[in-house]
C-alpha cells in the first residue's frame, strides 16, 4: 500500500516536498516513480528512482527543478519540487513495480498505485 502526502496550494516559485510512504517488508526491491494528472489531461511521468536509489530519471519539464530520492529504511519516497509553475499543478501520484529498470517505468504504467495528493501552484 502507498500513502501519498505533502500536497498544497503554493505561490509559483514556491517549493515542496511530498512522501510517500509504503506498507510492507520489501520497499527496498521496489523501483518507485512518480506520475501526475493536470486537469483535463493524461496521466504523464515525473520522475523515478531505482531500488537502491543510485539511479534516477526524469521528465524534461522537470528537470533540474525536481528531486526524486528514497529512504529504504523508512519505506518512504520523496519528490522534491523546487522553482514551481503553474504548469505543475496537478494530482501527483506514487507508484511502484518489482524487477523494472527506470526506463522502464518511465514509459510503461506500474503496477501499484497510490492515492493521489494535489499540487495547485498559482502565478
Known amino acids: 500500500q502507498l500513502q501519498a502526502s505533502g500536497g498544497g496550494s503554493v505561490q509559483a516559485g514556491d517549493s515542496l516536498r511530498l512522501s510517500c510512504a509504503a506498507s510492507?517488508?520489501?520497499?527496498?526491491?521496489?523501483?518507485m516513480a512518480w506520475f501526475r494528472q493536470a486537469p483535463g489531461k493524461e496521466r504523464e511521468f515525473v520522475a523515478t528512482i531505482s531500488s537502491s536509489g543510485s539511479t534516477t530519471r526524469y521528465a524534461d519539464p522537470v528537470k533540474g527543478r525536481f528531486t526524486i530520492s528514497r529512504d529504504n529504511a523508512k519505506n518512504t519516497v520523496y519528490l522534491q519540487m523546487n522553482d514551481l509553475k503553474p504548469e505543475d499543478t496537478a494530482v501527483y501520484y506514487c507508484?511502484?513495480?518489482?524487477?523494472?529498470?527506470?526506463?522502464?517505468?518511465?514509459?510503461?504504467?506500474?503496477?501499484?498505485w497510490g492515492q493521489g495528493t494535489l499540487v495547485t501552484v498559482s502565478s
Open positions: 507508484a511502484a513495480a518489482r524487477y523494472t529498470t527506470t526506463q522502464a517505468m518511465s514509459i510503461t504504467d506500474p503496477p501499484y
Open positions: 510492507g517488508r520489501t520497499f527496498s526491491s521496489y523501483t
